[in-house]
């Protein structure tokens, strides 16, 4: 039986270089503003301005959504996982990564660019082999019954707290929680990444790395290919 509780990595920049990207054609699907469960967080509503009307994601990746809090009404009946981003444009994802990039380079002059790229890619992925831009990749948290997210030790996006998933400063009730919305994710076909407790992924490169499979389900489409594939 798979052990949900084991770490399973954070995968590097030149790890994730090697995986074959194979396009399955596989459609869009828009998850409405309006529908329970979704909404962008204050601090990620990027994607608004080029897709107002919802959330962006391949169809399975919804599905498997769905199969997942499907798995944490198990234990918490009342609980819902909460979905707060999806696809990404390609452009957004190149405007974040040379962002971070540069922030690096202002710090730590001395780097050779191998590592600049490794550790703006360990912040946000580099954009060619990035997750969200595919629509496989998502951020979720966990919701109680009045839809207030419970308590995961940090708060989503906070990358001055302990966001990852195994934290040391993270445990008890808090830890309980973030191995809760794991392992509904992954019993629903989901790989977590470790390096931020509230991403995880389906199809694309990282999932395929993590899961040991050759190539991806998913390639990374534009804003306007992403469109004439909704469904």
Known sequence: MKDYT???????????KGVVVHEN????????????????????????????????????????LEVATNELKKE?????????????SLDIQEKLYENTYTELRRKHENWSDAQFREAAHRLIAVPD???????????????????HRVDMGSDLYD???????????????QLENRLLLRESMMRAGFMPFDGEYWHFCYGDREWAF??????????????????????
């Open 25 to 64: 054609d596989e459609p869009f699907v828009c998850v409405a503003f309006d529908a329970l469960r979704c909404g962008y967080d204050d601090v990620m509503s990027d994607m608004i301005s080029q897709f107002p009307t919802g959330i962006l994601l391949r169809t399975s990746v919804k599905e498997r």
């Open 210 to 231: 993590l899961e040991g499979k050759h190539a991806s389900l998913y390639s990374q489409k534009t804003l306007q290919e992403a469109l004439v594939m909704l469904r």
């Open 129 to 147: 082999v990035a997750g969200h831009p595919t629509g496989g990749a998502i951020d979720v948290v966990i919701v109680d019954e009045k839809g």
């Open 76 to 88: 918490r009946p009342t609980w819902n996982i909460f979905l707060t981003y999806g696809y990404r």
């Open 6 to 16: 084991v770490p399973v990595g954070i995968p590097l920049y030149t790890e994730l």
């Open 159 to 173: 990358f001055k707290g302990p966001y990852e998933m195994f934290n040391s400063s993270v445990y008890g009730r």
